[in-house]
C-alpha cells in the first residue's frame, strides 16, 4: 500500500517557489532562437542545406506528479492501469511503478532512476499532456490534421495516434532531461491551443497545471507537485543519451498493435531522414 503522503502525490496543489528568471538553455543543437513549430516537412532536397525543426518553450509550467498503477481517489478519479492509448499499461510497463521513494532506485551515476521491484519493460521516464488527438479507434479530432506539426509527416491511418510516444525536453535548475509523452492529462485531454499552441493551461486545477511527470522525473530534478518547469517537443534524434534511454523503445515510431506496416515504413524513413540532417551538421573535424 502507498504510504499516505504518497496517495495523492499528483492531485496536490502545492505552493510553487518563485522560478528563478532564467530563460532554459539550449542542451542539445537546435539552431538559434526557438520559432513556431513547424507545420509540415517538404521533401528533402540533398542539395540544399538542411533545415532544422526548432519547437517553442512553455515556460514556467506547474507540474503535477502522477504513475502508473495509480490507483482512482476522490480528488483523482482516473485510475492509470491504463493510458489514453495503452488499454494494457501497468502490464506493458511491468508493473506499479511505485512512488514512494523507499521503494525506488535513483542514482545518478548509473542513471537507474526506477522502482526496485522490478525492471521496467517501458521508459520510465514519461509525462502526460492535455491533449488526444484521437476520437476514436477511426477517428482524429478534426483539429489534429492542423495543429500538431509533425501530422503531415506521420501521415497516419484514421484513428492512430501521432502523439504517442513523443519525445519532450523537460528543463529545470539547469539541467535538463527527456521523456516521452504516454498519457493525457492533468485533467483535460483537449487543451491543443497550449500543448500546440501560445495559450495558458486551460485548466484552473492544481495551480493550472500543464505536464504531468513521472517518478523517475520527479527523482532526476528532485522535485515535487506544483513546482515550475520549462518544457519543449524535440526530435527523436535530438535526444541525447541519459537515463530516459536505458528501458523501453526508443523511438516514437507507431506501435505494431494494429499498424500497418507501410506507416512504419514512412515513419522509419522520415527518422532516417532526419538522422541524415544531423550527419550534415557536422564539422569535418567532427566526422
Not at 180 to 196: A, K, L, S
Request: a positive charge; hydrophobic letters at 35%; proline letters at 13%.
Amino acid at each position: 500500500m502507498v504510504p499516505a503522503v504518497f496517495a495523492g502525490i499528483s492531485m496536490v496543489n502545492a505552493q510553487a517557489p518563485t522560478p528563478p528568471p532564467v530563460v532554459p538553455r539550449v542542451m542539445v543543437p537546435t539552431g538559434s532562437s526557438a520559432v513556431q513549430p513547424t507545420r509540415a516537412v517538404q521533401p528533402i532536397n540533398p542539395l540544399a542545406p538542411p533545415v532544422r525543426i526548432i519547437y517553442p518553450w512553455k515556460t514556467h509550467v506547474t507540474c503535477t506528479v502522477f504513475w502508473i498503477g495509480e490507483t482512482p481517489t476522490s480528488r483523482n478519479p482516473t485510475p492509470n492501469h491504463m493510458s489514453s492509448w495503452d488499454q494494457n499499461w501497468k502490464s506493458n510497463f511491468g508493473g506499479f511503478d511505485d512512488p514512494d521513494p523507499a521503494n525506488r532506485v535513483a542514482n545518478p551515476t548509473t542513471g537507474e532512476f526506477r522502482p526496485k521491484a522490478f525492471v521496467p519493460k517501458l521508459n520510465p521516464f514519461y509525462v502526460a499532456l492535455p491533449y488526444n488527438d484521437v476520437t476514436s479507434s477511426s477517428s482524429h479530432k478534426p483539429e489534429a490534421a492542423r495543429v500538431i506539426p509533425w501530422f503531415a509527416r506521420v501521415r497516419p491511418e484514421p484513428g492512430k495516434t501521432v502523439c504517442k510516444g513523443r519525445w519532450v525536453q523537460i528543463f529545470r535548475g539547469g539541467r535538463s532531461c527527456y521523456a516521452q509523452w504516454e498519457d493525457c492529462g492533468p485533467w483535460e485531454t483537449d487543451d491543443w491551443e497550449f500543448v500546440f499552441g501560445t495559450k495558458p493551461p486551460k485548466t484552473t486545477q492544481n495551480g493550472a497545471a500543464g505536464i504531468d511527470l513521472s517518478p523517475a522525473i520527479r527523482d532526476y530534478f528532485a522535485l515535487k507537485s506544483g513546482d515550475k518547469v520549462h518544457w519543449r517537443f524535440v526530435e527523436a534524434g535530438q535526444v541525447p543519451y541519459g537515463p530516459w534511454k536505458k528501458y523501453g523503445p526508443q523511438d516514437n515510431a507507431p506501435s505494431a498493435n494494429g499498424t500497418d506496416i507501410e506507416a512504419q515504413r514512412r515513419y522509419m524513413e522520415q527518422l532516417r531522414k532526419l538522422r541524415d540532417e544531423e550527419f550534415m551538421k557536422k564539422p569535418l573535424k567532427d566526422l
